[in-house]
């Protein structure tokens, strides 16, 4: 008896190609146009490159790319050294205590990200106005060293942010690894002579790299990805990719934005290659393994 996966209906894959057709048709249409030798966003009057080449030399563009990229990595790299030894905290905790701290650890990721927004724009906003009263005090108290009173929202509030948003998926990534491995590896490590801190750097994360990675790589991507929590944390003077396009539609609407939203459409759209090439490899790797035990 031949058995085989089932294929779906004609109607199951039409009704496939349309939800796929109303999803990516109107990115493709954007990309398109993003070549457009005119202002129109509707009539194609040849190809062009004159809109990238005029995006490059857009200044507050340009700076606005460089806060987003610096805000990303910065964002990125903490919120990976942070997450991973806090999934680490987590496994080596009893299950009572674990479980109701991995389910706090998964609301911000479905939170709203205005609830999420507004929640960190307040706190900021507390904590700002009670610095300023501490710092009032203390200078009142002294002259010889005299700390900054008005401290706003800008570029610091804003990594916080990032930072915040980011660990729990960098925790998400790197639990799975985590329960995956031999939990008798770090005792046979210390039993022939590593301390906990080299048992942890030569044996533990190597086998839990593979997470780390990708928790990296998806808070990279969040990161730059972000609008309505850098809208609300960023304050007046900072300002992310994002948040330098939506300044943009609220005037006239430039070709130049179609430019940058390709290239950030692009942008994830290679990292998520990335992330899921990687989950494959590793899953091939591991199903190799097993076959050959």
Known sequence: M?????????????????????????????????????KSRTVWQGFT????VELFHDSSIIDAFGTTLLVSI?????????????????FNMKKRLRSPLLTVNDIPMMNADIVTGVSLCLLFVAILNLWQQVAHWFNQAQSTF??????????????????????????????????????????????????????????????????????MLIAFTMSVDDFVISYFTAGSTTSTLAMEIYAMTKKRISPKINAISTLLFVTVLLLLIIVNLREARQEKRELAAQKRV
């Not at 996966?5 to 109607?11: D, E, I």
């Open 2 to 38: 031949k058995t085989g996966k089932k294929r779906g209906s004609p109607l199951s894959r039409l009704f496939m190609a349309l939800v796929f057709l109303f999803l990516y048709a109107p990115i493709f249409v954007l990309i398109v146009f993003s070549f457009n030798d005119s």
């Open 49 to 52: 490159l004159n809109w990238y």
């Open 74 to 90: 910065l964002a990125m790299v903490i919120a990976t050294i942070a997450g991973t030894f806090a999934a680490v905290g987590f």
């Open 146 to 215: 005299l700390l900054t009173e008005k401290l706003h929202l800008g570029f610091g509030t804003l990594l916080i942010a990032h930072i915040t948003f980011n660990i729990p998926y960098v925790i998400l990534s790197v639990m799975p690894k985590l329960r995956q491995m031999d939990k008798n590896l770090v005792d046979a490590a210390q039993d022939l002579g590593c301390t906990w801190m080299q048992a942890f750097f030569k044996v533990v994360l190597p086998e839990i790299k593979p997470g780390i990675v990708n928790g």
